[in-house]
């Protein structure tokens, strides 16, 4: 109780709602005024990478009607430290208790000693939701694993749990899927169903939202994962940068220590704890061959099937899913934010050694397993003191040559607020009470754009006649989370790296641009597809007439069309159907974001040339 009461406070202390997680509630505004899950009204984008994070939000702001901020902020706290003690539930499960031991918090101080860990415990993004949906698991699976007899509900219950992960982030769908493997090839329990009904069950809980969901997401969105996947060209590769923002997390805290101190503790205590199987496994001891050779395949399978329903099996599944969960983050280049990604692989490896036990020894013999437990617990101990107060990112205002920022730090400094939650704590930022002003003062509609030097915005004019109430305003910016927060809904807000913009997203990565952010488009092709005047003197200065009337032709190019039509048209059952049918090739399709070579790649004519 005491180590989940100090990473609240730890939270507490470093409250606050990143930018990106404010991005999260301009979809939930939206959803409220009935406008979709969309971040712009009339145009279909999930721009949100955690489905199931999106609609908890909305589900606790619309229950409570209290400000969005305070909402997000009061569920990722209590989720946070949720996970903590389920964690440690279920590592007390693990290891079992008695009057003779005590189990003491030696891999949750790993864990909320990390100044990253208390930075997103509450930040507004998906990262306790994936925490808790991790330690529920675990501790759902110890219980499954230790069971002399499955209960039905709480088994259906697992089973429901694991398979909501693609809906809790994209990758935590290799967690859930071998979870439900583990659970489908294990022995059924008691039943009068059939096996193959029994399997055919599970299958069907597993999947019956998550399934349905991708199913409407393809038809709604056109895409089968979060346009945020194609922004950031997930199933992209870049190892070097992955190793960066590996020992970016790693190397400044020593984090390899208490790592190395619990993998050996562990061991010990396992090897030591070694007894008969339980229920059902005694036969997997006993079982042979009629001769008395070795087993035949049968036999292995079966001894293998009885094997997946143990305790030793789940931590082999969380251990192993929070390994190639690294691989995976390292593979496609880690991300912006200091520590960030690497959470949840944390977390997966420390909830076997969340807390270990010290067993006291009988008529005061020496035992060597208490002095490594007990040495353990105090090196951990010790190494939380130096990490809870180690700073990795001294560069508070300013984004190193990695890429890679405290992100709450970078905020605070850059906002003045100690702890910026609410939307109005970023106008403080750089450019924002000028966007706001910008706005006011053009009532006809325009878009605006940052200018070269990031000091003040220009406003691109709509063509005459202007409508009725004007022609409405999008911004062009990319700190969408601040920006969409602090303008009313009816303002298109829109980003160069497509987060929010589908143009953008879709356009080819740039090789050496910032991790999470290696995507640029270019203005001019925004100018066009926004409908403002696209010609000199009305446009921005530092715009060219050539690039606008190149970025207009490409934008006609067929596959373009059809690929904006997914998000822009009306959702008429044959568009939703297109939808389906088309979704992958939409997913893959990508455009060059230079207007000439769009040009070419569509095989259309070049305006600009002579005699056209």
Sequence with gaps: ?????????????????????????????????????????????????????????????????????????????????????????????????????????????????????????????????????????????????????????????????????????PEMTLVGALALMMIFLAPVPETRLRPWVFRALIVAVAGLVPVAYQIWRMGYYGLPYPNTAVAKDAGGAKWSQGLVYFWNLVGPYWLLVPLALLAVTAG????????????????????????????????????????????????????????????????????????????????????????????????????????????????????????????????????????????????????????????????????????????????DGGLLLNSPSFMFWYVAPPPQPIPDGGAGHTVFFLNLGMTSMNVPLDVRVIDQMGLAYPLAAHTERLTDGRIGHDKNLYPDWVVVDAGMVDKHPWMPWYLDDRWTAQARVALSCPATQDLLASTRAPLTFDRWRHNVQQSLDFAKYRIDRVPKYEIERCQLVDPTLPGN
């Design 1 to 169: 109780m005491l180590t989940a009461v100090l990473f609240a406070a730890g939270g507490w202390q470093r409250r606050w709602i990143a930018d990106d997680g404010l991005i999260v509630l301009r979809t939930v505004r939206n959803l409220l005024a009935g406008n979709g899950p969309v971040f712009n009204a009339g145009e279909r984008v999930e721009a949100n990478t955690s489905t199931a994070w999106t609609y908890i939000v909305w589900f606790f702001s619309w229950l409570t009607r209290i400000r969005l901020e305070y909402v997000v902020l009061g569920i990722a706290l209590t989720l946070s430290v949720l996970a903590v003690v389920f964690a440690m539930m279920g590592a007390a499960r693990l290891w079992g208790g008695s009057s003779s031991q005590f189990l003491l918090p030696a891999g949750v101080l790993v864990y909320i000693a990390l100044p990253p860990s208390r930075d997103y415990a509450s930040s507004g993004l998906e990262s306790s939701l994936v925490i808790f949906w991790l330690a529920v698991l675990w501790w759902a699976l110890v219980r499954w694993s230790q069971a002399e007899k499955v209960r039905l509900p709480g088994f259906f219950a697992l089973v429901f749990w694991a398979g909501l992960s693609p809906l809790i982030r």
């Design 268 to 443: 010990a205590l396992a090897w030591t704890r070694r007894s008969t199987p339980r229920g059902g496994r005694h036969a997997l001891d006993t079982a042979g061959t009629a001769d008395g050779g070795k087993p035949d395949l049968r036999t292995r399978i079966h001894r293998f099937s009885l094997w997946l329903r143990t305790p030793t099996a789940v931590v082999a599944l969380m251990v192993g899913s929070g390994l190639l969960l690294t691989v995976y983050e390292i593979r496609v280049g880690g991300d912006f934010m200091h520590g960030r990604m690497l959470l949840p692989q944390l977390f997966c490896l420390i909830l076997p050694v969340a807390v270990i036990p010290l067993r006291l020894p009988e008529n005061r013999k020496p035992d060597w397993v208490f002095a490594v437990v007990l040495a353990a617990f105090l090196g951990t101990a010790g190494w939380a003191l130096f990490a809870a107060n180690t700073t990795a990112i001294k560069t508070g205002t300013k984004i190193s040559s990695t890429g890679i920022v405290d992100e709450r730090v970078y905020y605070v400094l850059n906002t003045g607020h100690d702890h910026p939650i609410r939307a109005e704590d970023y106008l403080d930022y750089p450019r924002m009470r000028a966007m706001v002003k910008n706005i006011a003062e053009t009532p």
